[in-house]
């Protein structure tokens, strides 16, 4: 497809575009390749608008969140990369809060616990924006994004837009389960707490995260989904693979299940280690690792 024709039907979107855009940069790991395309709508509607163009022309469409959970091939990505970073706004009804796919949860957090909001702490230290932790279901061993969400407004994949109730959540354990729409704002029930106590919450699960994962140095989380009643972390370890390395990607010394991008790691270097592993641990237990981490490109 000629690149003036998507140039063309996306000429009346509300926001910014442009052509071959790295997107190491925008990741946690800061590896891959770029983007053929990277659009960024100012409104919710120019999310659908991207929809429906890249729906009509064939042109393959992926959303970037945070970048948290992404390792970007090599090569990059082909046709059009989403980002959402201006939809940013927080607006508090009452109890409720409301937040675009864009804000980063850091700041969600910040945003609830100043104003004497309970409820989110659960995610202290996920460094993701809304719209990620929705698609992921992220969460810890507290509780899930989907535990407090009420109302979530999505993009369908043939660009309506759409409020999707508690009635019509399909989330399960680390997937939001959206079926291909896009998440473009989100509201969450929270309940009234001291902001003292909140803020002190915070501060243990964050002094509990920072002693027992490699938090400052570039990763993905934890690679491998757990498997049901075992922590993937724990299968690694046992099966002798913490510091295992491929090119710059180590398997992290602190935390098994999370693997650290040394310097100039490359997201070749990261799918070998991702099958090492998967074979090791395969070998000493028959469980096959699911890799919770999403791959984009070739
Ligand atoms: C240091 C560190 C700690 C972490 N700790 C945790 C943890 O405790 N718990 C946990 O669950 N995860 C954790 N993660 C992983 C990661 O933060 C989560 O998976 C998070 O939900 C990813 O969100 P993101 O915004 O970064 O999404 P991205 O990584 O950008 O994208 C992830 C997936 O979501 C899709 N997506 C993004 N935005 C949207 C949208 N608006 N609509 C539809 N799909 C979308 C993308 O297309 C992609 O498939 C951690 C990661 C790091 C680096």
Redesign the pocket.
Known sequence: MPTSDLRAALAGLRGVVRENVPLAPL??LRIGGPADWFVEPFTEEGVALAVRVCRELDVPL?????????VVADAGVRGVVLH?GHLNRIVRDGERVTAG?GVTLPSLLRATKEVGLAGLERLT?????V??????????RDG??FDRLVSLT?VETDGSIEVRGPGRFEAVY?DGR?RG????QASFGLEPDDPKAIFERFSASLKK?NAT?P?SQR????VFRNPPGDAAGRLIDAAGCKTLRQGAIEVSGLHAN?FVNQGSGSAADFQALVRQVQERVRERTGIELEP?V?FWGE
């Open positions: 990741t946690h992926r959303v970037l969140g945070g970048g948290s959970n992404l959402l796919a230290g996920i460094p993701a924006v719209g990620g932790a929705v698609a992921m279901n992220a969460g810890t899930e994004t999505v680390r959206l729409a896009i998440a473009v995260r994962q938090v990763s993905v989380g934890c999370y919770e999403k």
